[in-house]
């Protein structure tokens, strides 16, 4: 399912000079992991419950267990990592829809320049950008990973562009298209296609030339009737069971026209979807990022969920400007994705700064001042007459009526889905990461601590909780599971919920921050419990057929820990306003949240599990701990300009964002290709004529 994939060359030049210097993810002690298990899961289970997992774990460790660390080990003497295969089938072999289950989501700020608060003009930019990001990654310029002085695995970089999620009887697969050279954009659910590069890979459009195409595409899709939109959406598809949707992508590949159409959506470099919208709430706005907004017109399906496109990486601009990324997630991770939003954000502020002064540099190596250039039109000769056609074609489908029932059926199936969730945010703004350093805590850990009691204080009980650890300090490094519920979290939360004094609380907040950051260490070193038995469960499944599973996979501990309630993820700097994904499972909560200098962002969804009041009495417990520590601090009450210095001190213990300060935890320790063909693409669809400005 990954060899493809695996053939993208990650050696040489700037991008990857890291790369052969990179350790191996290790495999951990099969002792230690079954202790770090049994202190995971223990939280969370009654005493009768906890004594037969142990008898279950300290069974496996006895028996079956050594014998299955060796087969790992021995499996893994030829692999980059021991889990990246089973990791990527996990992704790949569920047949559950990729919306609001595995793609997530990130709003990005408003960009500083107000006239580029329009979207054709906002989503050009970012296009631009993202061109030459994309330019300076194929021409191994751009700068690789480091955190704090510890370089990073770039190999997922290779599997954000120009990729595809494709779905067969058998699961899916990931496609890439190395020498792609075109974008597609979607207005209206109509499929548009348009060249970027040319045949030597350099950029050949610049802004105001990409401007001109959306605006045409825009006109065109505004012709669509609005009872034909909902009709022709085979974006839509994307969202479907992934077996409806192999069924049905297998119906369209029998005409020449849908398969050809079909190769050019999935060997594109990214798409941009343009949506007729402008969210009048934040939850709205993060809602039409994460799954499209529901809404009918007589019966009619017209809400921006049928404009996407779900297998790839999208780039999402309403009609005001707002923009966001919905990314398919397999191959990357979201601290992948942020550098990547961060590079593009800092572009589009720099090319106008050299608006102003023609010496501003760009942060991309490669950067050939698309921007200011003629591009192919300005030139004397015809871009056709070149080889290169740089306007956009709509691609037309032709409708069979089980593709005309797939479709019809995937959106109410969709509709279904989207008002089954709901999506809430707290944009807190009484303190953020200046406060709680100064505070002498850990921003991240002080964070998760807040879900364990705002959790506590609604249900009375503590649950699974799941926040993802960056271990991309090792080569093909992912992330690995810090089990947040701890029995030092869950002490502090029933004290905190007690008639203990102040001091109390804070000792056992104290106590349980100093255990989760302890905790995440060792996951940032590859040292939790996770990966490694889900990679001996995974590896046992496949060698030991017709056998019978060893009890600690079979034990309702092992179900209980993998169910995860509470699920989070900590991703963000300033380029990103709003983070999210749903739920992972039917009764949990899909918690994502950027820790701002003075802030906390949230964005919470749920299966209408009462989203809106675990977000206030997540913020009822930031105000009251905040109280706590500030009597704490200052006894006798704190004046103006006591005030005002507490912040000048904090401002100077902080030195600014990097790409990873507020993002996924990293540690601080030293079969199927496919090949773009751009002579067949270019010229599938019905060619726009472009409008003037």
Not at 6 to 18: C, E, L, M, V, W
């Amino acid at each position: 399912m990954i060899e493809a994939a695996r053939n993208i060359d990650t050696t040489g030049g700037k991008t990857f000079q890291y790369q052969d210097k990179l350790p191996n993810l290790p495999i951990p002690d099969l002792k230690n992991t079954i202790q770090r298990y049994l202190t995971a899961v223990k939280p969370i289970q009654t005493p009768q419950e906890y004594e037969k997992t142990k008898a279950a774990a300290e069974l496996f460790l006895n028996n079956e267990g050594p014998k299955l660390q060796d087969e790992l080990k021995k499996y893994a003497t030829d692999k980059m990592s021991y889990i990246e295969e089973f990791w990527y089938d996990a992704y790949l072999q569920t047949t559950d829809p990729v919306v609001l289950n595995l793609n997530p989501f990130f709003l990005l700020e408003d960009d500083p320049t107000p006239q580029r608060n329009d979207q054709v003009v906002r989503a050009a930019s970012l296009i631009c950008s993202t061109l030459t990001f994309i330019e300076a990654l194929r021409a191994k310029t751009l700068e690789p990973d480091v955190f704090r002085g510890t370089p990073l695995c770039m190999s997922q970089f290779t599997r954000l562009f120009a990729t595809s999620r494709v779905p067969t009887d058998n699961g899916c697969y990931i496609a890439p298209a190395e020498e792609s050279r075109h974008i597609v954009v979607m207005a209206r659910s109509q499929c548009y296609h348009f060249e970027v590069f040319d045949e030597n890979g350099a950029v050949v459009m610049n802004e105001k030339e990409i401007a001109s195409n959306l605006r045409a595409i825009i006109h065109d899709a505004t012709q669509v009737p609005v009872t034909d939109i909902a009709k022709n959406a085979i974006g839509v598809l994307t969202t479907e069971n992934r077996r409806n949707w192999a069924r049905l992508r297998t119906e369209l590949q029998q005409d020449p026209v849908n398969n050809d159409a079909l190769q050019v959506v999935d060997k594109a470099l990214f798409v941009v979807c343009l949506d007729h919208v402008t969210p009048s709430t934040i939850e709205d706005l993060s809602t039409n990022m994460l799954c499209g907004t529901y809404k009918l017109d007589h019966g009619l399906q017209v809400g921006t969920c049928t404009n996407r496109w779900y297998d790839k990486l999208q780039i999402i601009v309403c009609k005001n400007g707002s923009a966001g990324i919905n990314f398919e997630h397999t191959g990357v991770d979201g601290h992948t994705v942020l550098r990547y939003v961060s590079d593009i954000y800092t572009d589009t502020i720099l090319r106008f700064a050299k608006t102003i002064n023609s010496q501003t540099k760009s942060i991309f190596h490669s950067h050939n001042s698309q921007d200011n250039a003629p591009g192919r039109r300005g030139s004397a000769a015809s871009a056709t007459s070149q080889g290169f056609d740089s306007n956009p074609r709509r691609l037309e489908w032709r409708m069979t009526p089980k593709v005309t029932m797939g479709v019809r059926f995937a959106e109410t199936r969709l509709s279904d889905l989207i008002l089954q969730n709901e999506v809430k945010v707290l944009e807190f703004n009484n303190y953020g990461k200046y406060f709680i350093t100064d505070m002498k805590m850990s921003p991240d850990a002080f964070v998760q601590m807040a879900f364990q009691a705002a959790y506590y204080g609604l249900y009375g009980k503590c649950e699974s909780t799941y926040e993802p650890a960056m271990t991309k300090t090792y080569l093909h490094g992912r992330t690995e599971a810090i089990r947040s519920c701890t029995d030092d979290s869950v002490n502090f939360v029933e004290t905190y919920f007690s008639s203990a004094s102040d001091s109390d609380k804070l000792e056992t907040l104290r106590k349980a921050l100093k255990a989760h950051t302890a905790l995440t260490r060792e996951c940032a070193k590859g040292q939790g419990h996770d990966r490694h038995l889900y990679a001996m469960e995974c590896l046992w499944d496949r060698t030991h057929i017709g056998e019978k599973k060893p009890l600690i996979f079979t034990d309702p501990g092992w179900k209980t820990m993998s169910h995860t309630v509470i699920s989070t993820s900590n991703c963000g700097n300033p380029a990103l306003r709003l983070f999210g994904f749903g739920p992972v499972v039917s009764d949990g909560f899909g918690i994502g949240y950027i820790i701002k200098e003075d802030g906390i962002a949230f964005v919470a969804s749920s299966k209408h599990r009462q989203t809106e009041r675990y977000l206030a009495t997540l913020e009822a417990y930031l105000l009251d701990v905040q109280g706590m520590l500030m009597k704490e601090k200052y006894p006798g009450g704190l004046s103006q300009r006591q005030r005002l210095l507490a912040m000048e001190e904090a401002h100077e213990m902080i030195n600014g964002y990097s790409y990873f300060d507020n993002g996924d935890v990293a540690s601080d320790t030293s079969s199927h290709t496919s090949n773009s063909s751009s002579s067949v693409t270019r010229k599938v669809g019905k060619r726009l004529v472009l409008r003037e400005n």
